[in-house]
């Protein structure tokens, strides 16, 4: 069975940081081309970066951009997301997604909070 775990979420401060991991099992994730998404309440999931399946190329929304960093390390069949400087309006539910040709794996999301 497939699966693709989120974690690393939590409650921080304003200007505070977080590391999200993605994790696979069932799969090996250094295979796939890996996306960051997240939802606000309310609002639609949107995008937030991307990384190719070997790491040679990332792309980030406007709004994260200079913020977060996305990286892999496929010797663990992991995808990462270090998010500093948070601000209240990065808060919401986070969710990894896999993908190459014809194929696409999304996990449960974690709960990011930027609150006082």
């Known amino acids: 069975q497939v699966r693709l775990v989120e974690s690393g979420g939590g409650l921080v401060h304003p200007g505070g940081s977080l590391r999200l991991s993605c994790e696979a099992s069932?799969?090996?994730?250094?295979?796939?081309?890996v996306d960051w998404f997240r939802q606000a309440p309310g609002k639609e999931r949107e995008f937030v970066a991307d990384?190719?399946?070997?790491?040679?190329?990332?792309d980030y929304a406007d709004f994260v951009m200079g913020r977060f960093t996305i990286s892999r390390d496929n010797t663990k069949s992991a995808v990462y997301l270090q998010m500093n400087n948070l601000r209240p309006d990065d808060t919401g539910v986070y969710y990894c997604?896999?993908?190459?040709?014809?194929?696409?794996?999304w996990g449960q999301g974690t709960q990011v909070t930027v609150s006082w």
């Open positions: 997604h896999a993908s190459r040709p014809n194929e696409q794996f």
């Open positions: 069932g799969l090996n994730l250094s295979y796939y081309n």
């Open positions: 990384i190719t399946w070997n790491g040679g190329s990332s």
